[in-house]
C-alpha cells in the first residue's frame, strides 16, 4: 500500500490511470534482490505496464524499503510455474544472520589509491581471520566505503566457509542491546547478551565512534573485546577517526584497537571516482556517455554516496522525463546536489531527512498521517532536533511533517525531552543522530 501510495502521490497520476494501472498489483515474492509483482490484467496490461511504470515501480519501492530491486512482472497463469522454490537458500541464510548486503563485495569495491591500503588489508583479514591483523580498524570520513569493505570481509569469510559464525552490527545497535539488557536487571538478559557477542568467530563492529563517551558500553565492549580476541577470534572496527583521535574513549581499548592493524581510507581521486561511476554504471546495465561520466566524477568530489546518489537521481530524472542523458541534462537535474563545496547547513530539511535515513523509513511517510509507532516515534524525534538545533518556525516545521499545527510540534518535542531523562536507548538515537547532522 505505502509503495502505491508513494506512486500516487510522486507522479501525480490521474485517478483512472492509477486505479486501472497501479491498484491491481499485488507483491507475489521478494526473493533475494528481486520482487516479483503479481498484474492480474492479460498480457497486453503487463506490456504497458513494464514500459510505462517499471521504472517508477523501482523507485517507489527503493524509497519504501530503502533497498534496490529488481522487478519482475509476472501474469497470474506465470504463478504457478513461478512458485517460488526455496525461498532462502543456505548460504542467503548465513549473510541474512549476519546481516550483510549482498551488494557490497570484493567484487564490487572499486580499488583506487585512497583505499588500496585498506582494500589489501580487508583482503588479508579476510583470507586469514583471526591469524593476521587482530583487530582491524578501519577508519575515513562518511560515505568513503568502511561499511562496504566491512560486508566484503564477511562475505568472504562466509563464502569459503559457511560455517562460520559471522555478526556485523552497528555500534547503535550493540549500544542498544546492551542497554535492553541491562535494563532488563537479570542475570539472564545479561547472560544472552554476552553469549551471543562471545559466541562468534568473527564479530564486525561498524562506527564504534558511536560507543565511545558511554562508560557502561565501554566496559561491556571491553570485555567482550578482551575474550574474543583472547580466543583468537577475529574482530573488524570501523570509525570516523583514527583511535588516538578518540578523545573520550577510555585509555584501555584505545591501546586494544591500536594492537591490530589500523588502516585509512581517504577521499577518492578523480580516476578512481570515474572508475566507481563506471563500475556501478556496468552493475545496473545502464551505457552512459562519457561527457556526463566526467560531468559528475569533476563535480561531486567529497563522497561516494554522494557519487551514487547523483548517478542514481539523472537516471530517475530522465526515465521520468523521458529525455536522452546527457551533460545537459546532468546539470539540470543535478543542480540541487552539486554546489560548489559549500558546507552543508542545518536546516530543518536536512535533519527530516537525517532522521529517516536513521530509521530506514522515507520522508514521505515522515510527513505522512500515519499513526504507527515506528512512524511517529521518528516523526517526534525529527520534531524535538528541528526545535532545537535549528529556528525554523513552529509553522514551517509543521508544514514540513505533514502539514501539522504547532501544539503538536511542541507536544511531539517535549514528548522526546522528556523521554530522553527518563530513557536511556532514546537519549543513546540522538546523541547518534546529532552526531549525523553535525559530525564536528
Ligand atoms: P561509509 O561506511 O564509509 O560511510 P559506505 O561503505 O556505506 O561508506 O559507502 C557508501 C556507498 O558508496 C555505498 O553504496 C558503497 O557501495 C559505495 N562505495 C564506497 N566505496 C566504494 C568503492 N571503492 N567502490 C565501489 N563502491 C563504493
Ligand atoms: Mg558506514
Known sequence: DEILETLR?????????????????????????????????????????????????????????????????????????????????????????????????????????????????????????????????????????????????????????????????????????????????????MAKFREKYRNIDVLLIDDVQFIIGKESTQEEFFHTFNDLHGAKKQIILSSDKPPKDMETLEARLRSRFEWGLIADIQSPDYETRMAILRKKEELDGYNIDDEVIKYIATNIKSNIRELEGALNKLIAYANLEKREINVELAEKALQDIISPDAPKEITAELIIQTVADHFNISTTDISSQKRNQEIVYPRQIAMYLCRKMTDTPLKSIGNLLGKRDHTTIIHGADKIASDILTNESTKNVIEIIKKKISPN
Do not use: C
Open 9 to 189: 502521490k510522486e507522479h501525480e497520476l490521474s485517478d483512472v490511470s492509477f486505479k486501472t494501472w497501479l491498484q491491481p498489483l499485488k507483491v507475489h515474492a521478494v526473493q533475494n534482490d528481486t520482487v516479483t509483482v503479481l498484474v492480474p490484467t492479460e498480457q497486453m496490461g503487463l506490456n504497458y505496464i513494464s514500459k510505462k511504470y517499471m521504472l517508477p515501480l523501482k523507485v517507489a519501492i527503493s524509497e519504501v524499503t530503502g533497498q534496490d530491486y529488481e522487478i519482475e512482472l509476472i501474469l497470474p497463469e506465470q504463478t504457478k510455474t513461478k512458485e517460488v522454490k526455496s525461498l532462502k537458500p543456505q548460504i542467503n541464510e548465513n549473510i541474512e544472520k549476519a546481516n550483510l548486503n549482498p551488494k557490497y563485495t570484493f567484487e564490487t569495491f572499486v580499488v583506487g589509491s585512497n583505499n588500496s591500503f585498506a582494500n589489501a588489508a580487508s583482503l588479508a583479514v579476510a583470507e586469514s581471520p583471526g591469524e593476521v591483523y587482530n583487530p582491524l580498524f578501519l577508519y575515513g570520513g562518511v560515505g568513503l566505503g568502511k561499511t562496504h569493505l566491512m560486508h566484503s570481509i564477511a562475505h568472504f569469510i562466509l563464502e569459503k566457509n559457511p560455517q562460520t559464525k559471522v555478526l556485523y552490527v552497528t555500534s547503535e545497535y550493540f549500544t542498544n542491546e546492551l542497554i535492553e539488557a541491562i535494563r532488563n536487571g537479570n542475570n539472564t538478559a
